[in-house]
């Protein structure tokens, strides 16, 4: 109905003038946190809890890439320091994919700090880089791309298992704040004979932004740019009996509606997409909104199971080198390398430089999702 009512503005839109390079990147500027209100509570909830009780002192912040993971762990360094301020914050993260559990422990004592004889056996060290842990002032440890200890694969969990192991050895001296990609945690959630994710006192899921919230976060940023958005000219044909005002506040919420279930509710690609439909509007650093462009599923119709395949390896982890999907797949290098040249030439893939990992495109990752999950390469959890 949504889609229905916008149809008609698309004739007012061939005329508008879209926004020039310079304005956009002043859109951008903007600065806003994305509304996660409940999440903040759940966070200081949990960790007022965890420093009357101090046991089970770690906490997941789950959420797809583009949800503001990151920004909810600096948002938990801040309530960490103001509800717990006797305890250093200290912020970790992984460099790179780590799937053995040697060099993830080696990686764990050296960013800790820890003093600890080099990695030998996992299960001894496991113990003896507790121990050392447990010596260390309280600290509340915010970990960053934890997803980067998994690889699905035969025992590519062993560097997370290890890894969470000492996390929960310590967790009544230390608090643990961990950011995962929700694919691979609901990959974890399915091996509970592999993996203990029960230890976790909390789980923060940053899901999909609801279209009024998404709307108000968007609009705000774009006023912090020191600019304003119109969407007059989404009313099209008015119906009959309908006065302007009410039917410019149908059409925007409309439009808001569109954008969230077109983004998956993912505040990074909404604001992608609502970016990307943006026209000149009237009047000193006004903008028009009009209706944007966004890959669909048709778009992905053609593509042979080995590429899906790859889309699959790299949805579940976030990001992957060529190597990496050739041994999640068990598939020949040459042809992985083959396909992901193939999903780049597409748009749908791009690649990271600095460590030449693949990821999915923002604009294209919804689109990705559904086509995985219509074709069962991928299931919800």
């Not at 008609?8 to 003038?17: D, E, G, L, P």
């Not at 004979?193 to 940023?221: Q, T, V």
Request: aromatic fraction near 6%; charge should be positive.
């Amino acid at each position: 109905l949504a889609r229905a009512r916008l149809r008609s503005s698309a004739q007012a839109a061939v005329n508008a003038i879209p926004a020039d390079t310079s304005t956009l990147a002043e859109v951008d500027t903007g600065q806003v946190a994305v509304p996660r209100a409940q999440q903040i509570k759940d966070i200081e909830a949990a960790m007022t809890a965890w420093g009357t009780e101090h046991r089970r002192g770690m906490i997941a912040v789950i959420g797809d890439r583009g949800t503001g993971k990151s920004k909810m762990l600096d948002l938990a360094a801040q309530r960490g320091q103001a509800l717990l301020p006797d305890l250093p914050v200290k912020r970790l993260a992984l460099p790179r994919r780590l799937s053995e559990p040697g060099p993830a422990l080696q990686w764990l004592t050296d960013a800790t700090g820890t003093c600890c004889s080099e990695i030998m056996d996992c299960e001894s060290d496991v113990e003896a880089l507790a121990d050392s842990l447990r010596t260390l002032p309280s600290t509340i440890y915010l970990v960053d791309d934890l997803h980067r200890l998994v690889l699905r694969k035969v025992g590519g969990v062993g560097a997370a298992r290890a890894v969470l192991r000492v996390m929960l050895a310590t967790s009544q001296k230390h608090l643990w704040v961990c950011a995962i990609h929700k694919p691979t945690w609901n990959y974890l959630s399915g091996l509970r004979n592999s993996i203990n994710l029960e230890a976790l006192r909390s789980r923060i899921d940053l899901g999909p932004l609801p279209a009024a919230e998404l709307g108000d976060w968007i609009k705000a940023r774009v006023r912090s740019a020191g600019y304003s958005v119109a969407f007059d000219r989404l009313v099209g044909g008015n119906p009959v009996g309908m006065d302007a005002r009410r039917a410019r506040a149908r059409a925007e919420q409309a439009y808001w509606r569109i954008l969230a279930d077109t983004s998956m509710g993912i505040p990074a690609v909404a604001w992608g997409y609502f970016r990307g439909g943006l026209c000149v509007g009237k009047g000193v650093r006004a903008l028009d909104a009009h209706i944007f462009s966004a890959p669909s599923t048709a778009d992905l119709e053609h593509l042979p199971d080995l590429d899906l395949f790859v889309l699959t390896a790299v949805v579940i982890h976030d990001e992957l080198s060529s190597s990496a999907i050739s041994d999640v797949l068990n598939a020949p290098l040459a042809q992985v390398q083959e396909a992901c040249r193939h999903l780049d030439g597409l748009g749908v893939l791009c690649s990271k430089k600095a460590d030449r990992s693949w990821l999915i495109t923002p604009a294209w990752y919804p689109a990705v999702q559904r086509i995985l999950r219509q074709r069962h390469f991928l299931y919800l959890r």
